[in-house]
């Protein structure tokens, strides 16, 4: 038998969870008593400092004492299990008893930035409807922009980058946060070059704080958000180097230029031209091509771009994959379209059908039917739909005849069989 010893506070959460008492918790009166608004410090309270191991009580509140009492790990699966909306809130309002708003827990954290990061962190990951979703509430709450742009701060402050896009919790962020205008691209792009300058050493003979990668860099997080908040070539430009230089993704790099294929022609030949460069200077030119057919991309005008007297090792297998994946590409793109076509035609004959045959049946006098009326749009109005519809109805000579027997069923009220 494995011998399992709870951790020796574990009593207190459960008499919290157990008795109801997370109003105490949120007990103004416990923290910050010794400032000079709140008076002297009762012995009671100061020797629930001591037990918290808090420096002073100053920086003492009952979020933060619960905290050092029992872990961060217990602390925060009570934290979350236990967050609602704020108090400000529409989803809240007229709501008594609320276990532990999110704001008034951020507000007793907020004299501990690291421990705000770190719940606002959790939050984020495992209670979102909270914090960034709101799926009940129109609006979001008075408050939680400012808890955003703080959020983000923090994010670039004590956190780090990723080299990759679905595990960056910045970006991920962003994604979540931006729509409530606390955390834009805008800030965020601010914030990250911030800290890109004290990162790099502006001086050659310095020596960097920190070995100089992506992570550090937090190059692709930059990328992202000056590609959303960016306007212009310039901008274009400072992206696609990102990707091509500090980066390292010759595909991030190609999947960004064809997404200006259709907000601006110029600015996207210009990209282009940048990127096959780039290639021809880095003997990187066959990948391109591979990664031009991989993302739908105008392979033969890059073929159209070798140089002459360029030598490229395996050109022939590479040109084969390429129209390979372009005709696997088209193919699929083909076979979808039919799928979509289809199910559209299969639609539009299902809703003809009912809006023809359908009878209106009265609840409480179910003797009564009443004939739905025909006030809609005939389906032969589309094309795509008399086209097919032709093929099985249509005769040779006038189309009198198969238009004739369709108004007789669109006359004829019948019950759906």
């Known amino acids: 038998d494995i011998d399992f010893e709870p951790d020796p506070y574990y ?7 157990e008795h109801g008492l997370h109003n105490i918790c949120l007990e103004e009166k416990l923290y910050n008593v010794s400032s000079g608004k709140r008076g002297k410090t009762s012995p009671a309270l100061s020797a629930a400092v001591a037990l918290s191991g808090a420096a002073s009580s100053e920086g003492f509140t009952p979020i ?29 309002a007229g709501a008594t008893g609320a276990p532990l708003p999110l704001d008034r827990v951020a507000e ?32 979001p709450p008075i408050g939680i922009a400012a808890l955003h742009n703080k959020h983000l701060e923090f994010y670039v402050q004590y956190g780090y980058g990723s080299d990759d896009e679905n595990e960056s919790t910045i970006i991920s962020f962003l994604k979540a946060a931006m729509v409530h205008g606390g955390a834009t691209a805008v800030d965020a792009r601010r914030l990250l070059e911030d800290r890109r300058r004290e990162v790099i050493p502006t001086n050659s003979s310095k ?60 600015m996207h030949d210009t990209l282009r031209g940048i990127l096959v460069e780039y290639c021809i200077n ?21 073929v159209a771009n070798i140089p002459k007297s360029m030598f490229i090792d395996g050109l022939r297998p590479k040109l084969v994959k390429a129209v ?18 289809e199910d559209k035609i299969c639609n539009l004959r299902d809703y003809a059908h009912r809006s023809r045959r359908g ?40 189309m009198s005849l198969f238009y004739r027997h369709l108004r007789s069923r669109q006359n004829n009220a019948l019950p759906i069989r």
């Open 11 to 17: 009593h207190v959460v459960a008499m919290i969870e």
């Open 64 to 92: 933060i004492a619960l905290i050092q009492l029992v872990g961060l790990e217990m602390a925060g699966k009570f934290l979350v299990e236990n967050c609602t909306h704020p108090t400000t809130s529409d989803f809240m």
């Open 108 to 139: 007793q954290l907020k004299i501990r930035p690291k421990l705000l990061h770190w719940y606002l962190h959790q939050i984020f990951l495992n209670c979102p409807d909270n914090y960034t979703s709101f799926p009940h509430t129109t609006v």
């Open 207 to 266: 020596i960097p704080k920190v070995k100089l990668t992506v992570k550090s860099l937090f190059s692709l997080e930059l990328a992202y958000a000056i590609e959303k908040s960016g306007k212009g070539t310039d901008d274009a430009i400072v992206v696609l180097q990102l990707y091509l230089d500090e980066v390292k993704s010759l595909a991030r790099a190609v999947t960004y230029v064809e997404s200006t294929k259709d907000v601006d022609s110029d």
């Open 282 to 302: 880095n003997d990187v030119f066959g990948d391109l091509l591979e990664v031009s057919a991989l993302c739908g991309a105008d392979v033969a005008t890059l």
């Open 324 to 341: 390979e994946n372009y005709r696997l590409q088209l193919d699929m793109y083909e076979a979808t379209s039919r799928l979509f076509e």
């Open 359 to 398: 009878r209106l049946i009265n609840k409480e006098r179910p003797g009564d039917t009443i004939i739905l009326p025909i006030r809609k749009q005939s389906p032969t109005a589309d094309p795509m739909l008399r086209k097919k519809m032709d093929r099985n109805y249509r005769r040779k000579g006038s």
